[in-house]
C-alpha cells in the first residue's frame, strides 16, 4: 500500500482520520453530518477526509441512510478489503490462529494447531514460519497483511515487548524477532487482555464500557475494561487477579506464595482437587481413565461432567464457589455493567456459572452488584486470537 496517514502520526488530518476510523470501529458507520458533530469539525473537512480515507482504501459508502422522508444522507464505513490482521494465540503444548478483515470480520480460524512453546529464539522464528504457511495455504494474499498480534500466557508488557514467560533476549523481544522474520508490525499481548479485547469489539459485550473478563484456564487471570479502554496498570501487567491472596487452604501457588486465588479457581485447581479425591478412592468414572494413566486432564473431566458425573460435578461447584466470592470483591471495587467468564473452565457450563452466580449474590455488596449481569464468553477459544489481531489493528491506527 502506498504511503497514508499512517505514516505521518502527529499531523492533524492524520488524527481527525485515526479519530474516525476509531468511531467506525467501535459503531460501524456513520453519515458525514454525524461525524462533523462528532468531531466538532465542518462538513467540508470530514468530507474531504472521508474522500482521502476512500481513495486510500480504508473506507467505503455503504449505501444510503434508512430515514425516511426528504434527501437520504450516504453512510460511510470501514472497507473490509483494505488488509488483513493475523491473531496468533500460543500455548505451553499447542497454538490457535485467526485472520481477520479490515472491518474485523473473521476470515479464516484455526485451533489446536501442534506446537511447543519454550523461552527459545528458535522456537519464535518457527512462530513465524508456522504463521506465514498457514496464511499462504488459505490461499490469502501476503502482500495485504497489515499487522500480527500474538497473545502468550503470563505477564506481558505490549510496550516494551516483554513477555517474563517466554523473552530470553531484553535487546531483541518477541515481537522484534517475528517483525524480523515477517517484516510486519507485530505487537505482543497477554492471552487474558486479548480475549477481553475480543470480547469486547467481537463476543458477548454490547455497549458497554466497564467489563471485567475472566480468563478461567489451567491458570486464572483477567482483562479490564473500564470505560471503554482497555486497562494495563503502570507497568502493564494488570489483571492478575489469580494471584489475589483469598484462601487459607495451605496450598503453595506457582508463584511461590500461599492462598493464592488460582489455587481453589482455575483448571490446574480442578485437576488437583479431583486427583486428590480419585488418590483416595472416591468413586468416580475418571476412576478407570486414573488408574490405567496415572492421571487424568481437562478434557476427561469435562466429559465426565457431561456424563453427570458427582465427582466431577461437585469439584467445579467448589471451583465456582471459590471464584464466585473472588468476583464479589471485583464487583465491589469496580462495579462494573458486565463480568464475562471465558477460559477453559467454560466448558464447564451452568455446573460452574450458577455457583459463581450464587457467591457472588452472598458475598458482593448488593448496591454494587445489582447492575451487574455475569455471562459466559461467546468466542470461546477464538476470543484470544481474534483479540490479538484486532489489537495489532488498533495499535497500528494509534487508537489503543
Sequence with gaps: ??????????????????????????????????????????????????????????????????????????????????????????????????????????????????FEMESKEECVHQIATATRQYFMNKNLDWNKVLGMGVSVAGRV????????????????????????????????????????????LAGVVKKERNVLFVNVSWGLGMGMILDGHLYYGTSGYSGEFGHFPLLDNDQICRCGKIGCLETGASGSALNRMITE???????????????????????????????????????VEKIGNNLGRGLAGLINVFNPELVVIGGKLAMAGDYLLLPIRTAVKKHAQNIANQDTTIKFTKLLQEAAPIGASLLSRSRLLGII
Design 277 to 315: 479425591q480419585l488418590k483416595a478412592g472416591r468413586a468416580s468414572s475418571l476412576s478407570r481413565i486414573f488408574h490405567q494413566q496415572g492421571k487424568v486432564n481437562l478434557n476427561d473431566i469435562f466429559k465426565a461432567i457431561k456424563e453427570e458425573d458427582m465427582l466431577a460435578i461437585e469439584t
Design 157 to 200: 508488557n505490549p510496550a516494551t515487548g516483554y513477555s517474563n514467560n517466554y523473552s530470553f533476549d531484553r535487546e531483541r523481544p518477541i515481537n522484534q524477532i517475528i517483525y524480523e522474520d515477517l517484516g510486519i508490525p507485530v505487537i505482543i499481548e497477554n492471552d487474558s487482555r486479548a480475549m477481553t479485547y475480543g470480547e469486547y
Design 1 to 114: 500500500m502506498r504511503e497514508t496517514f499512517l505514516d505521518k502520526k502527529d499531523n492533524k488530518n492524520s488524527i481527525l482520520k485515526k479519530t474516525i476510523l476509531k468511531l467506525c470501529i467501535q459503531s460501524g458507520e456513520y453519515s458525514i453530518a454525524a461525524l462533523s458533530d462528532k468531531l466538532n469539525a465542518s462538513v467540508p473537512t470530514v468530507t474531504k477526509l472521508i474522500g482521502e480515507l476512500i481513495e486510500d482504501g480504508f473506507m467505503s459508502e455503504l449505501g444510503k441512510s434508512g430515514t425516511s422522508g426528504g434527501r437520504r444522507p450516504s453512510i460511510y464505513g470501514l472497507n473490509p478489503e483494505a488488509g488483513y490482521f493475523i491473531g496468533a494465540d500460543f500455548r505451553h503444548s499447542h497454538a490457535s490462529l485467526a485472520v481477520t478483515d479490515f472491518k474485523g470480520g473473521l476470515v479464516a480460524f484455526e485451533d489446536n494447531i501442534p
